[in-house]
């Protein structure tokens, strides 16, 4: 592989469907390796050389591994600074937006698998997301005066928040609220991300009949 190039480690309706619609935005070389998910892809030996943890997505560039998508979506968006998709060093929203990034694993995440599985939450003065509520409350309340979660400005945040919004409404983990709705609606809309979503139902259509 060149070094120089982005590996992206993928599999169809998963997760890292949001670092491929990333991809597309920044307008990206990339090459693809996709795993299938139910056939346990993700749990064999050649790529736990590559993640430990079995997951996806996972992108390698320049030698180095980079997991977690707060993690993905800050080098990648840093790395194409001509996108315009990351504030750089200086601007004021730099702080923000790294904040939202951060919120999105630290807060949302847990909130929402806890609710999705069922688990009693920590008490609040112990639980890492406080509440379920308050986690929701206060993302409706940043994306409130739209259309993007900085107002006019979209960022790579957008692309994370709103597909996790997509999956998790689909899911009934989290409520339909309004906003929510418009939100994920403005970002399916746009050109790479239709582009996007549509290579990765032709990649779960050949999985498909690949098994079948």
């Not at 991809?23 to 056939?39: C, R, W």
């Not at 194409?80 to 919120?103: I, K, Q, T």
């Not at 945040?157 to 689909?170: E, G, P, Q, V």
Request: hydrophobic letters at 45%; aromatic letters at 10%; a negative charge.
């Amino acid at each position: 592989m060149n070094a120089s190039r982005i590996k992206f480690h993928h599999a169809p309706n998963s997760r890292s469907g949001s670092t491929l619609m990333l991809l597309e935005e920044l307008g990206a070389q990339y090459d693809i390796h996709v795993m299938n998910l139910v056939e346990g892809e993700q749990r064999q030996p050649a790529y736990l050389k590559v993640n430990p943890m079995g997951k996806v997505p996972a992108i390698e560039h320049l030698g180095g591994l980079v997991t977690e998508r707060p993690a993905i979506f800050t080098y990648l968006a840093d790395l194409f600074p001509e996108a315009g998709l990351a504030p750089g060093l200086g601007d004021p929203l730099r702080g923000p937006y790294l904040r939202w990034l951060s919120f999105y694993g630290s807060c949302f995440e847990p909130a929402v698998m806890d609710r999705f599985m069922k688990h009693e939450p920590a008490p609040t003065s112990t639980c890492p997301y406080g509440d379920f509520d308050t986690v929701m409350d206060m993302l409706e309340a940043q994306l409130a005066t739209g259309p993007w979660m900085f107002g006019d400005r979209f960022t790579a945040a957008d692309i994370l928040w709103a597909s996790a919004l997509d999956w998790t409404m689909r899911f009934g983990i989290v409520p339909r609220r309004d906003v929510f709705e418009a939100y994920v609606a403005r970002l399916m809309a746009r050109p790479a991300i239709c582009r996007a979503t549509g290579q990765d139902a032709a990649l779960a259509r050949a999985q498909t009949l690949a098994v079948a």
